[in-house]
């Protein structure tokens, strides 16, 4: 058995199925680690959802930014952008279905000697912290009121943890953090306005303000111009397939990297 680590698919299915070609995945054998923005920016992501939702615990996905911008637009949440391409998901007859199963992902997923979440991870939570935050996102998204935290969701403030934090504040932080932050302060202020890979003053890349500690190593996404970066402590794996890069699955056994080249859905420097 193998599992391969796949970095932002964003409705690249057609590149998915030829990467999994090119890794040998068999889904009887083998299972898949997601690293979340399964959907949007990409043409295809309805067949990427049934795809995945199809591989049931053969695949580990958890929860990105355009995940929960389609749970949220399905539920007539926020606001629709321009660079939305989920269309196709809001249109079929299996919606429901489908989006009510991604909004039950995880927000972080642990198992062995890797820990996989979206964006990234405050300096001052641990991996067994930030798992247990994450089930507190994950509880209210499953609850009967779900719809309550989606409108109370959206918004960059507070901007830093603290343990006192309560109610969506607290809530809001933690999901702001595994899934949109890119830098942060070493006292775990994060900045929010900085895509690119060089760090507004007084931050730092937020794997680089966390602390070393002996604790699994975190793979990721969500940073395509950091691009695919992989140390002992980190594998950031989103390579920009939707703006013209490649889709990437690193074998976490034995660290074997894997590319498929994507043609590019939308101009670079759009993100």
């Known amino acids: 058995m193998a599992t391969y680590a796949i970095g932002d698919v964003q409705g690249c299915y057609d590149e998915l199925r030829a990467l999994l ?7 009887a054998r083998d299972r898949l680690w997601l690293v979340g923005d399964l959907v949007n920016r990409g043409p295809k992501s309805l067949e990427v959802l049934r795809y995945v939702r199809g591989l049931g615990d053969r695949a580990a996905t958890v929860l990105g930014n355009h995940d929960l911008h389609l749970v949220c637009r399905y539920e007539g949440i926020g606001r629709q952008r321009e ?29 062995g000697r890797y820990a996989m979440v979206h964006a990234g991870l405050l300096p ?43 109610g969506w504040d607290r809530l809001r932080v933690i999901v702001n953090a595994m899934t949109r932050m890119r830098f942060s302060t070493r006292e775990g202020a994060m900045d929010f306005h900085a895509k690119g890979a060089r760090p507004p003053s007084g931050h730092l890349a937020w794997f680089e303000a966390r602390p070393q500690r002996e604790e699994p190593a975190i793979v990721c996404g969500h940073w395509s111009t950091l691009g695919l ?42 993100e």
């Open 21 to 27: 070609q090119r890794t040998g995945f068999d889904a």
């Open 124 to 166: 001052q939570w641990t991996i067994e912290r930030a798992l247990a935050l994450g089930r507190e996102v994950e509880a209210a998204l499953a609850a009967p009121g779900y719809r309550e935290f989606l409108s109370n969701m959206y918004g960059s403030a507070p901007v830093e943890w603290s343990d006192a934090l309560t």
């Open 83 to 111: 660079s939305d391409t989920f269309g196709d998901v809001l249109g079929a007859p299996d919606a429901r279905e489908l989006v009510g199963w991604l909004r039950t992902r995880q927000l972080m997923h642990v198992e």
């Open 229 to 270: 970066k992989l140390t002992e402590r980190l594998a950031a794996l989103d390579t920009g397939c939707v703006w013209g890069g490649a889709l990437t699955a690193l074998r976490l056994e034995d660290r074997a990297l894997y590319q498929e080249p994507c043609k590019g859905y939308q101009p670079v420097g759009a």
